[in-house]
């Protein structure tokens, strides 16, 4: 049994330090970039990238390990004939993806994605796009990394499987299939709750080095489950032209604001609270006579409240990109995933980096999850606060630091006065599921909405201990805090999807210029960027999907996406569309087919926008 285990263990070995020597030959590819690298950030290369080696070997390494374990039963020549056979072809595939991979940087600046194929529909297209490459040069690396390759393989192959003698099947199968089992552990990256994705290897402001870091095949075969190289749009309803005048209107301003924001003087900090899953839903609920949010509902009556406001998705990954970049979500897919696409969309924390702000990004949990960390790199965060800049005794959630400790960190690194103005975004997520906040509890019970209520409170009182500290600071007078949801919940039910969807906006601070104002229009996250900008007076072209709800001219209306489906809200009116069952599913009001055409026509441009990044 010792030789079988030993074989594994070398078979996996061998494709991690296959994919080891092909960042070295990546870094020398691209010298010119590498030199600027410094040794710490080239270690930081290795170290990053080599949990997405150990992923696509593990992924490699599925078919050989389940074989070897039933090697008993199989004639010793044709199991060898196998393992070699499959190795071969995986070389020559894992090869080829390698050296392509090396000069697809070169033209697009980005790692071998499944995007090369579509070039394959058009022969001509794609020898143009390869033909000023050095081909022979390139394909000479080929052969030679394929011949080297094979030929360790081979060395393995034949050494480690010619010496093997029968052994008893029981406890080796056992011990064959628990090792095969445990390739999930790589495969996943690690015990943590994100799986596998770009973030986990993503760990400096360098994007060169974060490229670096990140396997080639496994990148390339990501791309290809997840079809982000799809460029066919499954909502067109009607022709490019219409769609523009269809949804023309929508957009219309007359260009006057209602100034809110005091911006006379020093430039105001501006600090964003994304409070997870806080749903309009429990602004003023009493559950057993106990308010769920009762600082919030003060903090209101001192603030710009927006009563009707949406959010536009379900997700955090879709709600952190929808208020930072004024982007909408999208119905099957999500921007944060695709860091090409996440990439080329406008963010606040660049537009507030250029007017002389410091841009600060603060969170609890692993910022690798869902792919976040690769979108907040794109953004030129000056600094970012995970989970791991706590001690490690305060993780007690599961998804990392809950919101107490997260607003005092904020407040320690704040307590003096800066030399120049910040903007910071603060996630909390104290009020995931599964609602296991610290403390002693407000709301009794173990019923989900019980502890979903709970979970609220718990991070409402964080949030009054916040703001009532804050306002002693020296900052606080010139200071914006926009309080808003990353997206509903579905708790407490009311048998309307709409609801799920209706979140709080919040904004508060000493750097406003009226108090105590409701703001009723329809509106939505989406929104809020275009509106900050405009009161800033930054230019907010690129952000054209988000409008200026003080602009006097602004029409009331918000658009949401599930899972294959959207919603649309106007005044006294609203429905649910299902992209499944292309029928409609809710509604309520008189729902003229202009509003169905609207609300289709935003869901096909929006998607549009996604697939043209």
């Not at 030929?151 to 192959?157: G, M």
């Not at 919603?567 to 006294?572: A, C, E, L, Q, T």
Request: net charge neutral; glycine share 4%; proline share 4%.
């Amino acid at each position: 049994m010792k030789e079988r285990i030993q074989f594994l263990l070398v078979y996996f070995g061998f494709w991690v330090v296959y994919f080891l020597s092909a960042r070295v030959i990546f870094l020398s590819y691209h010298v010119e970039d590498s030199k600027l690298l410094t040794i710490e950030t080239v270690f930081g290369i290795f170290w990053n990238g080599i949990r997405m080696d150990f992923s696509m070997a593990a992924y490699l390494s599925i078919f050989p390990f389940f074989w070897v374990t039933f090697s008993n039963f199989i004639k010793k020549s044709i199991f060898q004939n196998t393992i070699f056979t499959y190795t071969f072809i995986v070389v020559i595939v894992i090869t080829l993806i390698i050296v392509i991979d090396l000069e697809v940087y070169n033209i697009w600046g980005y790692r071998l994605d499944s995007t090369p194929l579509n070039y394959l529909k058009s022969p001509r297209e794609a020898w143009a796009s390869v033909k000023s490459s050095p081909v022979v040069q390139l394909f000479i690396s080929f052969l030679l990394l394929i011949i080297i390759a094979n030929y360790i393989v081979y060395r393995i192959i034949a050494n480690k499987i010619d010496n093997w003698k029968y052994i008893k099947n029981f406890p080796f199968v056992a011990v064959s299939l628990f090792l095969t089992a445990a390739l999930i552990i790589p495969i996943r990256g690690g015990f943590g709750i994100a799986p596998m994705n770009h973030s986990t290897v993503y760990f400096s402001p360098d994007n060169f080095a974060n490229i670096s870091a990140v396997n080639a095949p496994w990148n390339f075969f990501s791309s290809l489950v997840h079809k982000s190289n799809s460029n066919v749009n499954p909502f067109i309803y009607v022709p490019i032209t219409e769609a523009q005048r269809s949804t023309r209107d929508l957009y219309n301003e007359s260009g006057q604001t209602t100034q809110v924001l005091n911006t006379k003087g020093k430039k105001p900090n501006v600090i964003f609270i994304v409070w997870e899953s806080f749903t309009k839903k429990a602004v003023g609920m009493k559950y057993n006579d106990i308010e769920v949010t009762p600082n919030f509902n003060q903090l209101k009556q001192e603030g710009i409240y927006f009563s009707d406001a949406y959010s536009v998705g379900d997700r955090t990954d879709k709600g952190i990109v929808t208020i930072l970049s004024g982007f909408p979500s999208q119905p099957t897919e999500s921007i944060i995933k695709n860091p090409k696409k996440s990439a080329s969309l406008p963010i606040l924390s660049k537009d507030f980096e250029q007017h002389g702000y410091t841009t600060e990004f603060y969170y609890g949990g692993d910022v690798d999850f869902a792919n976040m960390k690769s979108y907040l790199f794109s953004a030129n965060f000056n600094k970012i606060i995970n989970k791991d800049e706590f001690p490690e005794e305060l993780s007690t959630s599961k998804w990392g630091v809950h919101d107490e400790f997260l607003f005092n960190k904020f407040f320690e690194d704040h307590q003096v006065v800066k030399p120049k103005p910040f903007f910071s975004t603060v996630l909390t997520l104290s009020s995931h599921e599964p609602f296991d906040v610290p403390g002693e509890k407000a709301i009794l019970g173990e019923k989900n909405d019980e502890l979903f209520y709970n979970s609220l409170h718990y991070t409402d009182k964080v949030l009054g201990d916040f703001i009532a500290k804050a306002k002693t600071q020296d900052w606080w007078n010139n200071t914006l805090i926009i309080i808003v949801a990353d997206h509903g919940q579905r708790m407490p039910e009311t048998g309307n999807k709409v609801d799920d969807f209706k979140i709080p906006i919040l904004w508060t601070g000493g750097a406003l210029k009226d108090k105590a104002f409701e703001y009723k229009g329809i509106c939505s996250q989406m929104d809020i960027a275009s509106t900050l900008l405009a009161q800033m007076n930054f230019d907010r072209s690129l952000y054209s999907w988000s409008r200026n709800l003080f602009d006097k001219s602004v029409k009331p209306w918000a658009f949401f996406v599930f899972n294959n489906g959207f919603g649309y809200v106007k005044p006294d009116k609203q429905f649910v569309f299902d992209n499944v069952g292309r029928r409609t599913i809710s509604q309520k009001g008189n729902i003229t087919d202009k509003d169905i055409k609207e609300a289709k026509t935003l869901q096909q441009r929006t998607f549009q926008d996604y697939l043209d990044r």
